[in-house]
């Protein structure tokens, strides 16, 4: 399963880094974020459930980028 | 301007009035000291609190903290040293103007790009019972509704026109700037606008599943295949900070100790300076952002002119190419048949083909329908009777009383008819009337108006070879080729062996860095089109296979785009290179300047900074590529 969130994050480096982050949570199987357009590309595993993984990936993302925010549900 | 940037600016301004203001105070020491601290909270507190956050998170090497640490040294150095604060402030103050710009050039180009991509309308015009058009949401329409679009209106979902007639502006799509003509029975896209006519359009797609949106969603996910540059930028940015870091600790500590243990003044307070300075040049924001940046303008401006790359890296790859391998037709011939020569015996060509046009009045073959189109006034008062189709060989019919037979060599052998052969090449259409032999037409594929142009300018930008690939016989194949300037043709090939041609190629290249573009039409070619280096489908428009299978989609099928798309990604490319280079050159000058003591803290928020400023100035510069037209070059 494929998901696109929109997000909001300042700077391209804190892009780069959130992407990082993303791609270290459980149940994301691979995550990409276009900086210019502002969006996250989200594959999950088979079977989990994309809100509450998202939540992690937030959750995480904010560690690095403490005003990063990720638009799900 | 966003909220956030507007608050920013205030920061900006009142920081820089307060210190103004203070340079005519006289003070010292500890009142000196707090009088100054006022600013620097003012304008670094956000960075002071996230590089506190960042060691809390264990991410300490983030450009925050290295402000931080580099502007509290400089303040600690002040208080022993000269009780200069404004060193420390005016760094923070340029570092946040230097953030400021960044944000407000990203968003700037961001929105200028998005409105060159405004190609999904946000409603649609629905017709209600009591014949009042009302406005409702185009995710809403389902497949086989009526929508009405008004001139001057987008068209916001695919279908087929029922009523109007009108020209429409498909420019914001194809970069064709001639209106196209449209009628009951055609086709029409979403994205393109209605200029003069009321048109009632039956839907055949939804909304989501439209050309418009399609093209939005493979422009948005464009970002996300990231070339070599970007990784490469990424990786330098993981490896870059730290190193600096290490190498300001070092520059703080061992000349020092060095210089203790020799005997001499070991001058710590200049070597902390020094090590500061370094810090503050760590930042490798103008590489991460200029990079990217580049390359979303890069894909923008492509697609202003009807093409588009499915990823940076494609771009980057499309910029390399040395080898273009054409498919022959549909690509760079038009894929259908019209009359090339008419060579009759006795009778004047125009009787010869008006002849030959009635006979083939009912008939749907590819040459029938190429003669009709050359005799466009087909149906006039001449008797038609008894028409008979000789499988095979062609069709035979009786024309106010006289038979005319219209066919290949067989059909005149068979009626023991003396043909004559042609010079021409492509297919001959022979003529007989009552068994008399009345000379032939020749039809053919012919070239597309601006394939030549095309092989031109990609033979001026550095193209070292082109070939063609075609199941036509080889005296076909080889006139085409010739007419067109190709340096290869390979002929009589079954579209499996296209894929091993390509292969052959591949296998032939010169080095690594070098690429190989296949274009196509998308038909019967997606194999090759994975295959190849880089593949380019043309004319893609609404073909979902091709649009799945191609790396870049030229969005009408004008040859002379793939030009156009080498030209733009090489420009690109070069800028994205001028960037990487300005920007690292600069930042090492200043680092070696930095550790040798020939640059301060404020030459080195100038450089970074000001190499941000100048990188995206730079990037933004591919929005506005400029193309050459077909015309100009042959």
Same mark, same amino acid.
């Given at each position: 399963m494929k998901k696109t969130y929109k997000i909001e994050v300042d700077c391209a480096n804190c892009a780069a880094k959130m992407e990082d982050a993303a791609n270290k949570v459980n149940g994301v199987k691979a995550a990409s974020v276009n900086f210019m357009a502002l969006k996250m590309k989200v594959e999950f595993e088979d079977g989990v459930e994309s809100n509450e993984v998202m939540k992690n990936v937030l959750a995480d993302c904010r560690k690095i980028e403490p005003d990063c925010e990720i638009f799900f549900e | 301007m966003n909220e956030k940037q507007k608050q920013n600016l205030i920061r900006i301004i009142i920081t820089s009035i307060i210190m103004i203001a203070l340079s005519f105070v006289e003070a010292d020491g500890m009142f000196r000291f707090l009088l100054y601290i006022i600013p620097y909270f003012i304008i670094g507190h956000d960075i002071l609190l996230k590089a506190a956050k960042g060691i809390k998170n264990r991410q300490p090497f983030d450009e925050n903290l290295l402000m931080a640490i580099a502007t509290i040294g400089a303040l600690v150095l002040a208080l022993y +040293? !000269?009780?200069?604060?404004v060193e420390a402030i005016a760094v923070m103050l340029f570092y946040q103007i230097g953030e400021w710009f960044q944000s407000y050039a990203v968003g700037k180009s961001r929105k200028d790009i998005a409105d060159l991509m405004d190609i999904a309308s946000d409603y649609a015009n629905i017709e209600e019972e009591d014949g009042q058009l009302v406005e409702v949401d185009p995710d809403d329409v389902e497949i086989g509704s009526v929508i009405v679009v008004k001139p001057g209106? +987008?068209? %916001?979902i695919d279908g087929i026109v029922m009523e109007g007639h009108s020209t429409l502006n498909t420019a914001a799509l194809t970069g064709e700037s001639l209106p196209r003509e449209v009628e009951p029975g055609k086709e029409i896209i979403s994205g393109s606008i209605n200029l003069t006519g009321l048109l009632k359009v039956r839907t055949t797609k939804e909304f989501g599943e439209s050309t418009a949106s399609k093209i939005l969603e493979l422009i948005e996910d464009a =970002? !996300? +295949? *990231? !070339?070599k540059s970007e990784e490469f930028i990424t990786k330098f940015a993981r490896v870059y900070t730290p190193i600096v870091v290490w190498a300001a600790i070092a520059l703080a500590v061992v000349p020092s100790v060095v210089l203790t243990v020799m005997g001499s003044e070991p001058m710590w307070g200049e070597w902390l300076y020094r090590a500061l300075t370094f810090l503050i040049i760590s930042c490798p924001c103008a590489l991460v952002i200029s990079i990217p940046l580049s390359f979303f303008a890069g894909l923008g401006a492509a697609s202003r002119h009807g093409i588009l790359v499915k990823g940076s890296n494609y771009m980057e790859t499309l910029s390399e190419t040395k080898t273009v391998v054409f498919d022959k037709t549909? @690509?760079? @011939? *038009?894929g259908t048949f019209s009359v090339v020569a008419i060579h009759p015996e006795k009778l004047d060509e125009n009787q010869l083909l008006h002849l030959a046009a009635h006979v083939e009045r009912y008939s749907s073959h590819p040459i029938a329908l190429s003669l009709l189109e050359a005799y466009p006034n087909e149906k006039d008062d001449c008797l038609i009777e008894n028409t008979e189709e000789i499988a095979g060989r062609g069709i035979k019919a009786l024309i106010n009383g006289d038979t005319v037979c219209v066919g290949n060599a067989r059909m005149m052998e068979d009626l023991g008819i003396n043909w004559k052969p042609c010079e021409h090449s492509g297919t001959i259409v022979h003529v007989a009337i009552n068994g008399e032999y009345e000379g032939h037409i020749v039809v053919a594929d012919t070239p597309k108006p601006h394939s030549r142009a095309a092989i031109k300018a990609l033979k001026a930008q550095g193209i070292r070879e082109t070939v063609m690939l075609t199941g036509d016989a080889k005296a076909v194949a080889d006139v085409v080729a010739a007419e067109l300037g190709l340096d290869q043709v390979r002929s009589d090939l079954l579209p499996q062996d296209k894929v091993s041609e390509v292969e052959k190629l591949l296998a032939g290249k010169r080095s690594e860095d070098e690429a190989l573009a296949f274009v196509g039409d998308g038909i019967n070619d997606a194999p090759v089109l994975s295959r190849a280096d880089i593949g380019i489908a043309m004319g893609? /428009? =609404?073909s979902d296979a091709a649009i799945e299978a191609a790396d870049v989609v030229l /969005? $009408?099928? $004008? %040859?002379?785009k793939i030009a156009t798309a080498i030209r733009v990604s090489r420009k690109c490319l070069r800028i994205v290179k001028e960037n990487i280079w300005f920007a690292i050159g600069i930042k090492v000058l200043v680092l070696v300047a930095g550790a040798l003591g020939f640059a301060s803290m404020w030459a080195a928020i100038f450089a970074d900074v000001g190499v941000a400023v100048l990188a995206i100035l730079n990037a933004m510069r591919c929005m506005y590529i400029k193309v050459q037209q077909p015309e100009t070059v042959s």
């Amino acid at each position: 399963m494929k998901k696109t969130y929109k997000i909001e994050v300042d700077c391209a480096n804190c892009a780069a880094k959130m992407e990082d982050a993303a791609n270290k949570v459980n149940g994301v199987k691979a995550a990409s974020v276009n900086f210019m357009a502002l969006k996250m590309k989200v594959e999950f595993e088979d079977g989990v459930e994309s809100n509450e993984v998202m939540k992690n990936v937030l959750a995480d993302c904010r560690k690095i980028e403490p005003d990063c925010e990720i638009f799900f549900e | 301007m966003n909220e956030k940037q507007k608050q920013n600016l205030i920061r900006i301004i009142i920081t820089s009035i307060i210190m103004i203001a203070l340079s005519f105070v006289e003070a010292d020491g500890m009142f000196r000291f707090l009088l100054y601290i006022i600013p620097y909270f003012i304008i670094g507190h956000d960075i002071l609190l996230k590089a506190a956050k960042g060691i809390k998170n264990r991410q300490p090497f983030d450009e925050n903290l290295l402000m931080a640490i580099a502007t509290i040294g400089a303040l600690v150095l002040a208080l022993y +040293r !000269s009780g200069d604060y404004v060193e420390a402030i005016a760094v923070m103050l340029f570092y946040q103007i230097g953030e400021w710009f960044q944000s407000y050039a990203v968003g700037k180009s961001r929105k200028d790009i998005a409105d060159l991509m405004d190609i999904a309308s946000d409603y649609a015009n629905i017709e209600e019972e009591d014949g009042q058009l009302v406005e409702v949401d185009p995710d809403d329409v389902e497949i086989g509704s009526v929508i009405v679009v008004k001139p001057g209106e +987008r068209v %916001p979902i695919d279908g087929i026109v029922m009523e109007g007639h009108s020209t429409l502006n498909t420019a914001a799509l194809t970069g064709e700037s001639l209106p196209r003509e449209v009628e009951p029975g055609k086709e029409i896209i979403s994205g393109s606008i209605n200029l003069t006519g009321l048109l009632k359009v039956r839907t055949t797609k939804e909304f989501g599943e439209s050309t418009a949106s399609k093209i939005l969603e493979l422009i948005e996910d464009a =970002g !996300s +295949r *990231k !070339s070599k540059s970007e990784e490469f930028i990424t990786k330098f940015a993981r490896v870059y900070t730290p190193i600096v870091v290490w190498a300001a600790i070092a520059l703080a500590v061992v000349p020092s100790v060095v210089l203790t243990v020799m005997g001499s003044e070991p001058m710590w307070g200049e070597w902390l300076y020094r090590a500061l300075t370094f810090l503050i040049i760590s930042c490798p924001c103008a590489l991460v952002i200029s990079i990217p940046l580049s390359f979303f303008a890069g894909l923008g401006a492509a697609s202003r002119h009807g093409i588009l790359v499915k990823g940076s890296n494609y771009m980057e790859t499309l910029s390399e190419t040395k080898t273009v391998v054409f498919d022959k037709t549909g @690509t760079l @011939t *038009k894929g259908t048949f019209s009359v090339v020569a008419i060579h009759p015996e006795k009778l004047d060509e125009n009787q010869l083909l008006h002849l030959a046009a009635h006979v083939e009045r009912y008939s749907s073959h590819p040459i029938a329908l190429s003669l009709l189109e050359a005799y466009p006034n087909e149906k006039d008062d001449c008797l038609i009777e008894n028409t008979e189709e000789i499988a095979g060989r062609g069709i035979k019919a009786l024309i106010n009383g006289d038979t005319v037979c219209v066919g290949n060599a067989r059909m005149m052998e068979d009626l023991g008819i003396n043909w004559k052969p042609c010079e021409h090449s492509g297919t001959i259409v022979h003529v007989a009337i009552n068994g008399e032999y009345e000379g032939h037409i020749v039809v053919a594929d012919t070239p597309k108006p601006h394939s030549r142009a095309a092989i031109k300018a990609l033979k001026a930008q550095g193209i070292r070879e082109t070939v063609m690939l075609t199941g036509d016989a080889k005296a076909v194949a080889d006139v085409v080729a010739a007419e067109l300037g190709l340096d290869q043709v390979r002929s009589d090939l079954l579209p499996q062996d296209k894929v091993s041609e390509v292969e052959k190629l591949l296998a032939g290249k010169r080095s690594e860095d070098e690429a190989l573009a296949f274009v196509g039409d998308g038909i019967n070619d997606a194999p090759v089109l994975s295959r190849a280096d880089i593949g380019i489908a043309m004319g893609a /428009m =609404g073909s979902d296979a091709a649009i799945e299978a191609a790396d870049v989609v030229l /969005m $009408d099928d $004008d %040859p002379f785009k793939i030009a156009t798309a080498i030209r733009v990604s090489r420009k690109c490319l070069r800028i994205v290179k001028e960037n990487i280079w300005f920007a690292i050159g600069i930042k090492v000058l200043v680092l070696v300047a930095g550790a040798l003591g020939f640059a301060s803290m404020w030459a080195a928020i100038f450089a970074d900074v000001g190499v941000a400023v100048l990188a995206i100035l730079n990037a933004m510069r591919c929005m506005y590529i400029k193309v050459q037209q077909p015309e100009t070059v042959s």
